[in-house]
Nanobody
């Protein structure tokens, strides 16, 4: 069974930074899995934010390009999302996922004040 735990969310002022972490455990074979971060704004559907392949290739939603960076540490079974120059519209719950096996974490709340 695979388990994902997100952390690092909180309250931040617009223009500030946050670093989210997602620790994976269980029978995940983390090193071969793509990993993703998703954002669910209040009252809206969950949307993909960033994705990183097993080889380290990344892609981002247009809304976060140049501001967010996804990375991974295979030795720690952890994926990160560095959020810089955050905006009020970045507010919401951020979920970590292993997209190819449809496993999700419980989410971490990010609130950006203007």
């Amino acid at each position: 069974q695979v388990h994902l735990v997100e952390s690092g969310g909180g309250l931040v002022q617009a223009g500030g930074s946050l670093r989210l972490s997602c620790a994976a455990s269980g029978s995940i074979a983390f090193i071969i899995r793509p990993m993703g971060w998703y954002h669910q704004a209040p009252g809206k559907q969950r949307e993909g934010v960033a994705r990183i392949s097993s080889g380290g290739s990344t892609n981002y939603a247009d809304s976060v390009k140049g501001r967010f960076t996804i990375s991974r540490d295979n030795a720690k079974n952890t994926v990160y999302l560095q959020m810089n120059n955050v905006k009020p519209e970045d507010t919401g719950v951020y979920y970590c996922s292993v997209p190819d096996i449809e496993v999700w974490g419980q989410g971490t709340q990010v609130t950006v004040s203007s």
